[in-house]
């Protein structure tokens, strides 16, 4: 039997957004960043790409097994402390903690601890989970 697995990350985007400013504000680089209109070369039949909307990714570690309240102690840890900036980043931004799970059963389930969804809370970071359900053998 294999174990789940999870993934992490905080999304943050609008039209305004420059990667480079909340980079800055953040204290880390992104694990993926775009400015809007920015073009894009993509990866199947190099078709050309137009960010619809300026984008800042900052990624966990995969986990397996799933460990998705480490993941979100690990994004944090990394990021700014600054309630200030959290407040001027969620005025101007959309934020979100993209979580996602992949099963290895049909029953397994997901967790973070109390200090976890508090520091969401204080950030006004919204939470996203998608629950990949295993592939059946036939």
């Known amino acids: 039997m294999s174990e789940p697995s999870s993934t992490a990350c905080l999304r943050i985007w609008g039209d305004t957004l420059i990667p480079d400013e909340v980079s800055l504000l953040l204290g880390a680089q992104p694990t993926h960043a775009r400015t809007k209109g920015e073009v894009t070369l993509g990866k199947a039949l190099g078709r050309q790409y137009v960010a619809k909307t300026g984008t800042w990714h900052f990624n966990a570690s995969p986990r397996s097994p799933s460990d998705l309240d ?10 700014s402390q600054d309630a200030q900036v959290w407040e ?3 005025l101007h931004f959309e934020l979100d903690l993209f979580c996602g799970l992949f099963m290895a059963e049909s029953s397994h389930g997901i967790w973070l601890c109390s200090e976890n969804l508090r520091l ?3 950030r006004r970071v919204s939470m996203e989970c998608c629950v990949y359900a295993p592939c059946s053998e036939d």
């Open 88 to 90: 001027q980043l969620s």
């Open 120 to 122: 969401l809370g204080e």
């Open 70 to 79: 480490a993941q979100v102690s690990e994004i944090f840890a990394a990021l």
